[in-house]
């Protein structure tokens, strides 16, 4: 019930389009679009989603209720938000490098956007199932350094300088613990598709198999995002927003709502393909279709993201530096170690 | 344990998650102020014999107080309070010995233009209006000078 | 390579300068070389204001220099006054200072812990502490009338008695305390992120805290026993028992920690004077008009951020000739510029908000 709308509404799409007699490659092509659009459109809103939930669970924990006074239960809060920062002038202040400044917030919603083609939502969702998908995503998700260094650079304001210097020395470091726990499962599993990697899982989520470097994958992906406690690059007590400063209206919006949210979804659906089983369901409980327990598991992560981010206080950026080299690198190089030799153990044993 | 602490934090924030919320869905619903509450001024005039002791009285000069003399006695004219500097201290409310001035529980003083703010507790014209042209002037002199030279008049 | 410092202007519009301190930073990367507060943004001249005032009209225009303890504020200039003239306090008026004192102290450590807690990025302590200061103001409130401004001491006593329902509700306030201080502590002070943030960070030694007239948590964070209510007690504070909490390294941590005891122990006075409150009135024989004899008068108590004290010259008439008021907040900041050489960024939020200023007095 359900399990297969998504793919049956394809087929439905492309047999309707080859029926008007179009050729296969623009039919190929039409439905490549589609599916783009259709990723851009879940991740607007689900970043609208996200805003309202985070500001939720903000106030949940803090003992207030937080929005309802727009649509029910405030859901209309971050439509009324959008609309707000849309009609807001965007301020460009002065001596700014313009065509960088201008062009970051709009590069920097592009990486989750690709990432997304060879995320696989459910069985067989999957819009570009690439047999390299997992390195193609961890390069791919990379490239947000660049903006947020670019918005720094280009603002002429020096705490986004500084949050800038931090973004690269955050991000950057951090990519390494992040791949090379990643690097666990793919040693497993043996391929880098995603849709191969989760069913690869059909026995046991690797999340039992490699607790260690799913919570070294948790705390890069964390800091990967740039939320607390490994805020740093926004750390608003200390360099007010970061790179982000300068930014009015839509371009804020761009940085914090849109670009924030669809990283972390990013992470987090990442998460859940690699160590969460992807869209297995759970206990055999597959008549709820695939596609919605990705989303549970996807929610789930989400959720404990905000849960900490709630929680903990900033960590400081020497301190930063130290956790990810000293703790994480090591910690993750070991896994590898562990990984293999625990292979070559099983393999020797004949399982 | 390294990561206890952390734990700790989670779990407080998790029972809060779930907990007692502290918000009043304050348009809709009033938390009713205490008794005490320095809310909006409140003049029985009745009661007001036109002393000028709380224009003495008041650190920030806020009382602006016109009294004509009819017959005997004081009558007050005018009493306007310019809440704008007002400090909410209490010394006026204190120093009234008739308890002709008091606070209430109303919190809403707040108005879109400034000048609407200052606050009017009387404004009427003395009953008999039959003083001379010379007087008034003169008059309205003394007021002053009684709001103006506060502190050395205390007492 | 060649290198360059920069100046990095920190406030005075800065979302964690407390309000509208700026400090010019000299920064090498992200490291202090060179540190200068500029104080003076909210400077209003309540000392100068209060030449134009009588005695009693003072008291509104204390409570604007340290608004989050405004209690305490009056009750140095009051006493100041008191002293001055040679007036008698009625016991049950002193109970009632120091009650309301110590709620008042209550009230402003919630907020140096929460928005330390802010300061070093933990925003959900900033609301814990909100949450539960609203309910020791409320006490105030109905005390006093206002939520923060109380403007409730007068000289010789204090306005007005306790009302019925104060009892029960304070007495209902203080046995959440310790759940309140535990939470922090569970959320903050146990953190190990938060330790790692704050421990041996921004270290006064004891001798250099002295030497620089510290006083209150800050100087006490450093390991010097020295709490006026215990060293030269005041009003009626040598009736209770009561510890004085020190701390060990003189860090960030110290200071906060030290702040989150001393909550402790306000609960704990809060009940001893609740038990021991006599009845009787709570203003003494004070003259209609206030005209203090020619003279000086000064006197300090403890503040919730160190010894605030007051002086007061008067000249016969009713009007202060000059009142001059030591503000703790500002005589801590003295050692700020040499403490933040030498941190980072980060760390100089840490410092500045481990001192606890509250730019009303600051600049008074």
Redesign the interface.
């Known amino acids: 019930m359900g399990e297969n709308i998504f793919v049956d509404f394809t087929a439905w799409l492309r047999g309707l389009i080859s029926g008007l007699g179009v050729p296969d490659l623009f039919n190929d092509i039409i439905l490549m679009i589609v599916k783009l659009a259709a990723i851009i459109v879940f991740i607007a809103l689900n970043a609208t989603w996200l805003v309202y939930m985070e500001r939720k669970i903000c106030a949940y924990i803090q003992s207030r209720v937080g929005p309802r006074h727009h649509g029910p239960v405030g859901l209309l809060q971050p439509v009324f938000d959008v609309v707000k920062l849309m009609t807001k002038e965007i301020v460009l202040p002065k001596n700014v490098d313009l065509v960088v400044f201008l062009l970051a917030p709009v590069l920097i919603v592009v990486p989750p956007i690709v990432a997304y083609s060879v995320l696989p939502f459910g069985k067989d969702m999957v819009a570009i199932d690439m047999n390299i998908g997992l390195f193609f995503l961890v390069a791919v998700t990379s490239l947000s350094t660049i903006m947020f260094w670019m918005a720094g650079w280009a603002s002429n304001n020096k705490y986004s300088l500084v949050g800038g210097m931090r973004v690269v020395a955050q991000m950057v470091s951090y990519e390494l613990p992040l791949v090379l726990a990643m690097l666990g499962v793919v040693m497993i599993t043996g391929t880098l598709n995603l849709s191969e990697v989760v069913n690869a899982q059909k026995n046991v989520w690797f999340i039992f198999a490699q607790p260690i470097a799913f919570l070294i994958y948790f705390i890069a992906g964390v800091a990967e995002t740039n939320r607390p406690p490994f805020d740093l690059v926004e750390g608003e007590s200390e360099i007010i927003a970061g790179p982000y400063t300068e930014y009015a209206g839509m371009g804020f919006a761009m940085f914090y709502g849109l670009a924030e949210f669809a990283n972390m979804m990013v992470i987090s659906a990442m998460c859940t393909v690699m160590f969460l089983g992807g869209w297995l369901a759970p206990f055999g409980l597959t008549f709820i279709p695939s596609w919605v327990w990705f989303f549970l598991k996807m929610y789930l992560v989400i959720f404990i993201f905000m849960w900490v981010r709630w929680t903990f206080p900033r960590i400081r950026v020497d301190q930063l530096m130290g956790f990810g080299w000293k703790v994480l690198v090591p910690l993750s190089l070991a896994n590898i170690f562990i990984t293999g030799t625990g292979m070559y153990i099983y393999r020797a044993i004949g399982w | 344990m390294?990561?206890?602490?952390?734990l700790?934090?989670?779990?407080?924030?998790?029972g809060?998650?779930?907990?007692?919320?502290?918000?009043v869905?304050y348009p809709y619903k009033r938390i009713e102020?205490?008794?005490?509450?320095?809310g909006r001024f409140q003049l029985d005039v009745d009661k007001c014999i036109a002393c000028g002791l709380c224009v003495n009285?008041?650190?920030n000069k806020v009382i602006e107080m016109e009294r004509e003399k009819v017959g005997k006695k004081q009558f007050l004219t005018k009493y306007v309070m310019r809440i704008e500097y007002c400090?909410?201290?209490?010394?006026c409310v204190?120093s009234c010995n008739r308890d002709a001035l008091r606070?209430t529980n109303v919190i809403d003083m707040n108005q879109y233009r400034r000048k609407w703010v200052r606050l009017t507790l009387v404004d009427r014209p003395a009953p008999e209006a039959e003083e001379t042209p010379e007087e008034a002037p003169a008059k309205a002199a003394k007021a002053e000078a009684a709001a103006g030279k506060a502190?050395?008049k205390?007492? | 390579m060649k290198t360059q410092t920069y100046y990095l202007n920190l406030g005075p519009q800065h979302p964690s300068t407390h309000g509208v301190f700026r400090i010019i930073l000299e920064l090498d990367g992200e490291v202090v070389v060179k540190a200068t507060p500029v104080p003076g943004y909210l400077h209003r001249g309540i000392e100068k204001l209060a030449e134009a005032r009588t005695y009693t009209q003072v008291i509104p225009y204390t409570d604007r220099m340290d608004y989050l303890a405004a209690m305490l504020m009056n009750w140095g200039y009051v006493e100041a006054v008191e002293k001055l003239m040679g007036i008698e306090v009625p016991e049950r008026a002193e109970y009632i200072r120091v009650i309301v004192g110590e709620l008042s102290r209550i009230a402003s450590h919630m907020i140096a812990t929460g928005a330390y807690g802010a300061d070093i990025g933990a925003l959900t302590a900033f609301t814990y502490t909100f949450r539960d200061r609203e309910y020791v103001i409320d006490l105030l409130e109905m005390v006093s009338g206002s939520r923060m401004t109380f403007s409730y001491f007068r000289i010789g006593g204090v306005a007005a008695d306790f009302p019925e329902e104060f009892y029960p509700a304070v007495k209902k306030l203080l046995d959440q305390i310790p759940a309140m201080c535990d939470e922090y502590d569970g959320l903050i002070t146990g953190n190990e992120i938060f330790q790692a943030r704050t421990k041996f960070v921004g270290i006064i030694p004891p001798e250099v805290a002295v030497d620089y007239s510290l006083s209150g948590p800050v100087l006490r964070g450093s390991g010097v026993n020295y709490d006026l209510r215990k060293v030269r007690p005041y009003s009626v504070y040598d009736r209770f028992d009561f510890e004085v909490p020190l701390g060990k390294n003189g860090d960030c941590w110290d200071r906060f920690r030290i702040r989150i005891e001393e909550m402790r122990q306000s609960k704990r006075i809060i009940e001893q004077a609740l038990e021991q409150m006599p009845e009787g009135p709570v203003l003494g024989k004070v003259p209609k008009v206030i005209k203090p004899p020619v003279g000086d008068a000064y006197a300090e108590i403890e503040s919730s951020k160190g010894v605030y004290g007051c002086y007061v010259v008067s000249d016969g008439s009713p009007k202060p000739y000059r009142v001059h008021f030591r503000r703790p907040s500002f005589i801590n900041l003295g050692y700020l510029g040499k403490l933040l050489e030498g941190w980072k960024i980060a760390d100089v939020i840490a410092i500045l908000g481990s001192i606890d200023i509250v730019l009303g007095e600051v600049d008074c």
């Open positions: 390294f990561g206890q602490g952390l700790k934090g989670l779990e407080i924030t998790w809060r998650l779930f907990g007692k919320k502290h918000t869905n102020m205490f008794p005490r509450f320095h009285a008041c650190p400090l909410f201290c209490g010394l204190e606070f502190p050395d205390e007492g």
